[in-house]
């Protein structure tokens, strides 16, 4: 366990880099509203007003938040009186008076581009609407049944005669010039609106939702907002937002043919046949592939850069969830100002004493992932932008379940997976007085006043700011390109689109080689970026490497992938003529995608790929073994992955900085390589905000050898070459930790329903357990209470283990705060700061918020009082909370003194 000597916040990394470095003890550090996290702020019904605006805009503040993100969604039963309709004068008058309170209490404030989602609302007409192509398959003698569907006549596109062996007979535009004859099947294609309306929308925002494949759509769509913001008295917000693409069924757009014919350069009526699945398997796949690549290219021209440069128009910028959608999701994140991923769930970490919710329905659901979450970073490295953001927490367990040390390993990935910007999901806008619960979204996680775990949430926020004052001013040191063969997965002859989406990633991304490429380079500690064909063609080669957006990559992997359309495998020959090194896992591409100029572009890809390797131009390498051809390349891996720790690895200047957490069940003690040959080592504890210099030693591969010691759940930053004075001490247990016995006096001190009776104990345990009946459904904070004498053991200093905590501690020892225990592992460094004689140990232990929610079920209480979904539990079943079992609570131990003994790696 290691001891750090200095103790200054963090973020004073980048002041130390800037200045002398004499007196770091005396700097105090700005830390800018965009360093801290964000939360996602529901407004329910718009039923907001200017003094809880405030109130809830300084709980926010105090609470160590940045900004947040407006969301107006349904009301609540009994407040219809306070509904303002969104975009309403006075909803515009609420929304520039929330920016002028923001820039009071240095807050910044992002609003979605609409109210829940996806984009709609009332003035989506039906031509606006999104659309859906049906393919309706029928025998000849249903035709007038056809005849007669208004619907049918009014959206038809096409209707193709098939003969009973599948022979395409004839194509009309006109059902009644069709003659049915025999056993003739007629496939008729017609469009119609989906009828798909805006999810948990809020007043003024009910509707239909729009073609997000129509640029006029989106026009159309946008205008009411160039209205309600003509005369804005205030400035606009940072970014306006887009959610995660939910626009069920839509496939089609009024102009999609035209679109098809010029991007493709084939009629897609005269190959309606393929969409119905008839033909040639090949055919109808790559007509398939034709049709998918054509929705992508539509939804990032038509939608996605024109919204973002409309935002831009407003002055504000963009930020957008691209997942779920049909296209390429590189791409349509690269094309946005903050592309922004979200996890949903917990990640299942190995870390011992970490609860996972048993209720979490994981085979509906994969867990969170780094490698999807390295879509949105690398599309954010690539080109250039400093955020990568996520929405985050979302359904981490039940209602009122989930703990401040469960949120910090997933951060701690988000972080490590190129994530730098976090949003919280979410905050509820509630009245000040409000019955508890007051106002909550109906789903997890509640992070607000109400709930139990916001009393301490300012060490999760102050964690993250610390966290990510680093790695927003860093840039990205990644060794390797990583392409993606998107058009393998869209070489399909089943259904119609394909959607990337972020919950299901063994539909489109597990499986895939591209998948299992990433997954051994990331677990053997090499570093890699995705890259898409359209961003492939932005790069260059500089010195035998390659070079995109100022970042410099040694390789680009390409999986064992099937297609590869010729001007990205004539693009990877110029990168190696001029002395890139190309990396082919098992052998070239064999074939370019679609139905486009088949043949003429089969020869040119032939051409390609078909030279000896003697005639080959460049270093094309195609090898069964990535990892072995990295090596022969010098191309190293991080081994410290071989140590079970997950890391990012950033540069400023000529300094390397690895962010490090360990989020397994295995504790390191000893020396862990890194690929950096360094002089000295700076490390630093973002959760204690300690830093202080490391021992390091060369290692024999060039590299060095840093002396860590790190519990399973925590993490460190280390920066190295920068040299500083102040010695990090590391130290060992000297004895077996020493119990803490005595009388405990428990003092209930804030919470409800009610404050339970103080009351002493010798043996801690959850004080559900008492005999107290309002201590078994109390929820909030206990102060416990003990003195003692200090152990006659001889130690250079005593660490304070609290064991069990439910949830989270703050600790005073002889009236000086020692600090807060909120995560794993749940321990606090004493120093020096005990006394011989009378120590007094107070320890402010905050539970969940459960077992008063179970309380109120019980009790049938009426705090369930939305419009819309309501409350609903993890499983999206009506939340009853009456059948829980409670949850345990308060300081359950053991809790023990270590005496600590410093020594010298």
Same mark, same amino acid.
């Given at each position: 366990m290691l001891k750090l000597k200095l103790i200054l916040p963090c973020v004073l990394l980048f002041v130390l880099l800037l200045s002398s470095l004499t007196a770091p003890n005396q700097i105090?550090?700005?830390?800018?509203?965009?360093?801290?996290?964000?939360?996602?702020?529901?407004?329910?019904?718009?039923?907001?007003?200017?003094?809880?605006?405030?109130?809830?805009?300084?709980?926010?503040?105090?609470?160590?938040?940045?900004?947040?993100?407006?969301?107006?969604?349904?009301?609540?039963?009994?407040?219809?009186?306070?509904?303002?309709?969104?975009?309403?004068?006075?909803?515009?008058? *609420?929304?520039?008076?929330?920016?002028?309170?923001?820039?009071?209490?240095?807050?910044?404030?992002?609003?979605?581009?609409?109210?829940?989602?996806?984009?709609?609302?009332?003035?989506?007409?039906?031509?606006?609407?999104?659309?859906?192509?049906v393919i309706k398959i029928t025998a000849a003698d249903s035709l007038q049944g056809l005849l007669k569907n208004r619907q049918v006549n009014s959206g038809l596109i096409a209707a193709i005669t098939f003969d009973e062996k599948g022979k395409k007979l004839n194509i009309t535009d006109n059902l009644k010039k069709i003659k049915p004859s025999g056993n003739a099947k007629i496939a008729v294609f017609y469009k119609r609106p989906t009828g798909q309306t805006v999810k948990r929308a809020a007043p003024g925002g009910e509707g239909f939702v729009m073609d997000h494949f129509s640029e006029k759509a989106l026009r159309h769509y946008l205008a009411r907002f160039d209205t309600a913001f003509m005369n804005f008295k205030s400035r606009k917000p940072r970014a306006f937002f887009n959610d995660?693409?939910?626009?069920?069924?839509?496939?089609?757009?009024?102009?999609?043919?035209?679109?098809?014919?010029?991007?493709?350069?084939?009629?897609?009526?005269?190959?309606?046949?393929?969409?119905?699945?008839y033909g040639d398997k090949d055919r109808v796949a790559r007509v398939k592939s034709d049709y998918r690549q054509t929705v992508s290219d539509i939804l990032l021209d038509f939608f996605t850069v024109p919204w973002t440069n409309w935002c831009h128009d407003m002055g504000s910028i963009s930020r957008n969830q691209a997942h779920g959608s049909p296209a390429n999701l590189i791409d349509l994140y690269a094309a946005v100002d903050i592309p922004e991923t979200e996890i949903f769930g917990p990640s299942g970490f190995d870390i011992p004493g970490l609860r996972t919710d048993p209720d979490f329905p994981a085979q509906h659901r994969t867990p969170p992932d780094p490698l999807m979450m390295k879509f949105v970073s690398s599309a954010a490295n690539l080109t250039g932008k400093n955020l990568a953001s996520s929405e985050s927490f979302t359904w981490l367990g039940e209602h009122f379940n989930v703990s401040l040390s469960q949120c910090k390993p997933e951060v701690d990935q988000l972080f490590i997976g190129g994530i730098n910007h976090i949003f919280f999901h979410g905050t509820t806008f509630s009245p000040a007085d409000e019955e508890w619960p007051g106002w909550i979204f109906y789903a997890s996680t509640h992070f607000g006043p109400s709930n139990t775990i916001w009393y301490d949430i300012k060490e999760l926020t102050g964690y993250i700011t610390n966290c990510q004052s680093i790695l927003q001013n860093s840039l990205p040191d990644n060794d390797i390109l990583l392409y993606y063969p998107v058009f393998d997965y869209w070489y399909d002859h089943e259904?119609? $689109?394909?959607?990337?989406?972020?919950?299901? $990633?063994?539909?489109?991304?597990?499986?895939?080689?591209?998948?299992?490429?990433?997954?051994?380079?990331?677990?053997?500690?090499?570093?890699?970026?995705?890259?898409?064909?359209?961003?492939?063609?932005?790069?260059?080669?500089?010195?035998?490497?390659?070079?995109?957006?100022?970042?410099?990559?040694?390789?680009?992997?390409?999986?064992?992938?099937?297609?590869?359309?010729?001007?990205?495998?004539?693009?990877?020959?110029?990168?190696a003529k001029n002395g890139a090194n190309i990396i082919f896992h098992r052998s070239l591409p064999q074939d370019v995608p679609g139905l486009t100029n088949l043949q003429n572009r089969r020869k040119l890809f032939k051409q390609l790929s078909g030279q000896r390797p003697e005639e080959r131009p460049g270093h094309f390498y195609i090898t069964d073994s990535i990892c072995v051809k990295l090596d022969d390349m010098q191309i190293r891996a991080e081994h410290l992955k071989q140590k079970n720790l997950q890391f990012i690895r950033k540069k400023y200047g000529d300094y390397y900085i690895y962010f490090i957490s360990n989020l397994s069940s295995d504790k390191i003690d000893g020396w862990v390589p890194f690929n950096v040959n360094a002089q000295s080592v700076w490390i630093s504890n973002p959760v204690q905000k300690i830093v202080g210099a490391g021992v390091l030693k060369p290692a024999a591969d060039g590299g060095s050898e840093v002396y860590l010691q790190i519990q399973p759940g925590e993490s460190l930053f280390l920066l190295f070459n920068l040299e500083l004075l102040q010695k990090l001490f590391y130290m060992n247990p000297v004895t077996e930790p020493v119990p803490l016995t005595g009388d405990w006096k428990i003092n209930f001190i804030r919470g409800g329903p009610e404050l339970?009776?103080?009351?002493?104990?010798?043996?801690?345990?959850?004080?559900?357990?008492?005999?107290?009946?309002?201590?078994?459904?109390?929820?909030?904070?206990?102060?416990?209470?003990?003195?003692?004498?200090?152990?006659?053991?001889?130690?250079?200093?005593?660490?304070?283990?609290?064991?069990?905590?439910?949830?989270?501690?703050?600790?005073?020892?002889?009236?000086?705060?020692?600090?807060?225990?909120?995560?794993?592992?749940?321990?606090?460094?004493?120093?020096?700061? *005990?006394?011989?004689?009378?120590?007094?140990?107070?320890?402010?232990?905050?539970?969940?918020?459960?077992?008063?929610?179970?309380?109120?079920?019980?009790?049938?209480?009426?705090?369930?009082?939305?419009?819309?979904?309501?409350?609903v539990n993890i499983n999206y079943q009506p939340f009853n909370a009456a059948d829980w079992e409670p949850v345990e609570s308060g300081l359950i131990g053991p809790i023990q003194l270590a005496p600590m003994k410093y020594f010298d790696p």
């Amino acid at each position: 366990m290691l001891k750090l000597k200095l103790i200054l916040p963090c973020v004073l990394l980048f002041v130390l880099l800037l200045s002398s470095l004499t007196a770091p003890n005396q700097i105090s550090v700005p830390v800018s509203s965009q360093n801290k996290p964000w939360t996602r702020w529901w407004w329910p019904g718009s039923a907001v007003d200017s003094v809880n605006i405030t109130t809830n805009l300084e709980a926010i503040q105090q609470a160590g938040f940045g900004g947040v993100e407006i969301t107006p969604i349904y009301g609540v039963k009994g407040y219809e009186d306070k509904f303002i309709e969104f975009l309403s004068p006075e909803w515009m008058d *609420l929304l520039a008076y929330t920016i002028s309170e923001a820039d009071r209490l240095d807050l910044q404030v992002d609003m979605t581009a609409g109210t829940g989602w996806p984009f709609g609302g009332p003035r989506v007409t039906v031509q606006d609407a999104a659309k859906q192509l049906v393919i309706k398959i029928t025998a000849a003698d249903s035709l007038q049944g056809l005849l007669k569907n208004r619907q049918v006549n009014s959206g038809l596109i096409a209707a193709i005669t098939f003969d009973e062996k599948g022979k395409k007979l004839n194509i009309t535009d006109n059902l009644k010039k069709i003659k049915p004859s025999g056993n003739a099947k007629i496939a008729v294609f017609y469009k119609r609106p989906t009828g798909q309306t805006v999810k948990r929308a809020a007043p003024g925002g009910e509707g239909f939702v729009m073609d997000h494949f129509s640029e006029k759509a989106l026009r159309h769509y946008l205008a009411r907002f160039d209205t309600a913001f003509m005369n804005f008295k205030s400035r606009k917000p940072r970014a306006f937002f887009n959610d995660s693409f939910e626009v069920y069924d839509a496939n089609w757009t009024d102009n999609l043919t035209a679109e098809f014919k010029k991007r493709r350069g084939y009629d897609l009526s005269a190959h309606l046949d393929a969409l119905a699945g008839y033909g040639d398997k090949d055919r109808v796949a790559r007509v398939k592939s034709d049709y998918r690549q054509t929705v992508s290219d539509i939804l990032l021209d038509f939608f996605t850069v024109p919204w973002t440069n409309w935002c831009h128009d407003m002055g504000s910028i963009s930020r957008n969830q691209a997942h779920g959608s049909p296209a390429n999701l590189i791409d349509l994140y690269a094309a946005v100002d903050i592309p922004e991923t979200e996890i949903f769930g917990p990640s299942g970490f190995d870390i011992p004493g970490l609860r996972t919710d048993p209720d979490f329905p994981a085979q509906h659901r994969t867990p969170p992932d780094p490698l999807m979450m390295k879509f949105v970073s690398s599309a954010a490295n690539l080109t250039g932008k400093n955020l990568a953001s996520s929405e985050s927490f979302t359904w981490l367990g039940e209602h009122f379940n989930v703990s401040l040390s469960q949120c910090k390993p997933e951060v701690d990935q988000l972080f490590i997976g190129g994530i730098n910007h976090i949003f919280f999901h979410g905050t509820t806008f509630s009245p000040a007085d409000e019955e508890w619960p007051g106002w909550i979204f109906y789903a997890s996680t509640h992070f607000g006043p109400s709930n139990t775990i916001w009393y301490d949430i300012k060490e999760l926020t102050g964690y993250i700011t610390n966290c990510q004052s680093i790695l927003q001013n860093s840039l990205p040191d990644n060794d390797i390109l990583l392409y993606y063969p998107v058009f393998d997965y869209w070489y399909d002859h089943e259904g119609l $689109l394909k959607y990337f989406t972020v919950h299901n $990633l063994n539909e489109w991304l597990y499986g895939t080689d591209f998948h299992r490429i990433a997954r051994l380079l990331w677990e053997k500690g090499f570093t890699f970026d995705y890259i898409s064909d359209r961003l492939l063609t932005n790069t260059n080669v500089n010195d035998n490497e390659l070079k995109i957006n100022n970042l410099t990559y040694k390789t680009i992997v390409i999986p064992d992938c099937r297609f590869m359309p010729e001007t990205t495998l004539k693009k990877l020959n110029d990168l190696a003529k001029n002395g890139a090194n190309i990396i082919f896992h098992r052998s070239l591409p064999q074939d370019v995608p679609g139905l486009t100029n088949l043949q003429n572009r089969r020869k040119l890809f032939k051409q390609l790929s078909g030279q000896r390797p003697e005639e080959r131009p460049g270093h094309f390498y195609i090898t069964d073994s990535i990892c072995v051809k990295l090596d022969d390349m010098q191309i190293r891996a991080e081994h410290l992955k071989q140590k079970n720790l997950q890391f990012i690895r950033k540069k400023y200047g000529d300094y390397y900085i690895y962010f490090i957490s360990n989020l397994s069940s295995d504790k390191i003690d000893g020396w862990v390589p890194f690929n950096v040959n360094a002089q000295s080592v700076w490390i630093s504890n973002p959760v204690q905000k300690i830093v202080g210099a490391g021992v390091l030693k060369p290692a024999a591969d060039g590299g060095s050898e840093v002396y860590l010691q790190i519990q399973p759940g925590e993490s460190l930053f280390l920066l190295f070459n920068l040299e500083l004075l102040q010695k990090l001490f590391y130290m060992n247990p000297v004895t077996e930790p020493v119990p803490l016995t005595g009388d405990w006096k428990i003092n209930f001190i804030r919470g409800g329903p009610e404050l339970p009776e103080t009351i002493t104990l010798k043996d801690l345990k959850s004080w559900t357990e008492l005999q107290d009946p309002a201590a078994a459904c109390f929820s909030g904070t206990a102060r416990y209470s003990i003195s003692f004498d200090k152990p006659a053991v001889s130690a250079d200093e005593w660490h304070l283990d609290l064991g069990r905590v439910a949830e989270s501690a703050r600790v005073r020892l002889n009236g000086k705060d020692m600090g807060t225990v909120w995560c794993f592992p749940f321990y606090i460094p004493l120093g020096n700061n *005990l006394l011989e004689k009378n120590n007094l140990l107070e320890i402010q232990v905050t539970s969940l918020a459960a077992n008063r929610i179970i309380d109120m079920d019980k009790k049938g209480a009426d705090w369930k009082k939305f419009y819309d979904i309501n409350v609903v539990n993890i499983n999206y079943q009506p939340f009853n909370a009456a059948d829980w079992e409670p949850v345990e609570s308060g300081l359950i131990g053991p809790i023990q003194l270590a005496p600590m003994k410093y020594f010298d790696p």
